[in-house]
Nanobody, 127 residues
Framework: QVQLVESGGGLVQAGGSLRLSCAAS????????MGWFRQAPEKEREFVAA????????YYADSVKGRFTISRDNAKNTMYLQMNSLKPDDTAVYYC????????????????????WGQGTQVTVSS
């Protein structure tokens, strides 16, 4: 089992920044894909960004490319999402997720590909 705990959400004005963290504990893993997803009210959960745990390869949704940066600290078993130039449309509950092992690039944007999820952290961007 893997436990994921997000932190760092909050209320920020448009144009501001936030950094989310996702701390992983439980089963150790050397190969995994970890991702950030978000879900706004009455909308489906959508892919934001993903990173491979071993190689650090990163993938982004077009809507956040150039504004968000995903990273990880293997020693701390923690993943981050630095969010800059935030917009009201970024308002959502943000979830971190993990898949143990590898994932095809075509699959890592799908919530169904991930085995473990955090409880979510609210991000609200005011205009």
């Amino acid at each position: 089992q893997v436990q994921l705990v997000e932190s760092g959400g909050g209320l920020v004005q448009a144009g501001g920044s936030l950094r989310l963290s996702c701390a992983a504990s439980g089963r150790t893993f050397s190969s995994a894909v970890m991702g950030w997803f978000r879900q706004a009210p009455e909308k489906e959960r959508e892919f934001v960004a993903a990173i491979t745990w071993r190689g650090g390869n990163t993938y982004y949704a077009d809507s956040v490319k150039g504004r968000f940066t995903i990273s990880r600290d293997n020693a701390k078993n923690t993943m981050y999402l630095q969010m800059n130039s935030l917009k009201p449309d970024d308002t959502a509950v943000y979830y971190c997720a993990a898949h143990i092992g590898g994932l095809a690039i075509a699959a890592l944007r799908s919530p169904g590909a991930y085995d473990y999820w955090g409880q979510g952290t609210q991000v609200t961007v005011s205009s």
